[in-house]
Antibody, heavy 125, light 107 residues
């Protein structure tokens, strides 16, 4: 069974930093692209970032580009999101999600059948 | 960036009735369109991808159709567990992946 478990959320002041982790199990981690998607309280879903299998491609939404950094450790089956210069509008539940098909090709990526339970990040003074 | 627009924002339906949800893309996404269901306090659940392919374990009462810029999710006979928020998402031209604003299906 595919499992994704996020951790690292919490309360942080504006301008602060936080590092989220996503621990994966139940599949061959190194062969799947992974995404971060967030959801502000009471609002819709917003894609944040993608990282390919071999870390050859990393993409970000414009709203987080230059502030957030996505990485993965295939030896530890883990995905990370380093969030710096946090703003009030970054307050959200952050989900990690896995692509449907094992591939390093973006053309077959972007379908998200597996999600973690999410971790809440609150940016407030 | 491709903008996804869902309608209606809220759909009031009785159990056993048919529900039809719409999603429009600001430019063609061919059939690279997915639908997700989300219940309160839970992560989204993939229902449909490729506009019309049901994901693993999804009941046959869920069906998707459309191509280009107009898409529909139909729930043929609403069950109590189907009351939730539904999102469409395009993966044809990304980054960024983009989601619609959601349709809440309520009793």
């Amino acid at each position: 069974e595919v499992q994704l478990v996020e951790s690292g959320g919490g309360l942080v002041q504006p301008g602060g930093s936080l590092r989220l982790s996503c621990a994966a199990s139940g599949f061959t981690f190194s062969t799947y692209g992974l995404h971060w998607v967030r959801q502000p309280p009471g609002k819709g879903l917003e894609w944040v970032s993608y990282i390919s299998t071999g870390i050859t491609s990393i993409y970000y939404s414009d709203s987080v580009k230059g502030r957030f950094t996505t990485s993965r450790d295939n030896a530890k089956n883990s995905l990370y999101l380093q969030m710096n210069s946090l703003r009030d509008e970054d307050t959200a539940v952050y989900y990690c999600a896995r692509d449907l098909r094992p591939s390093n090709i973006i053309a077959v990526a972007g379908i998200l059948p597996s999600w973690g339970q999410g971790t809440l990040v609150t940016v407030s003074s | 960036e491709i903008v996804m627009t869902q309608s209606p924002a809220t759909l009031s339906v009785s159990p056993g009735e048919r529900a039809t949800l719409s999603c429009r893309a600001s430019q063609s996404v061919t059939t690279n369109l997915a639908w997700y269901q989300q219940k309160p306090g839970q992560a989204p659940r993939l229902l449909i991808y490729g506009s019309s392919t049901r994901a693993t374990g999804i009941p046959a009462r869920f069906s998707g159709s459309g191509s280009g810029t107009e898409f529909t999710l139909t729930i043929s006979s609403l069950q109590s567990e189907d009351f939730a928020v539904y999102y469409c998402q395009q993966y044809n031209n990304w980054p960024p992946l983009t989601f619609g604003g959601g349709t809440k299906v309520e009793i």
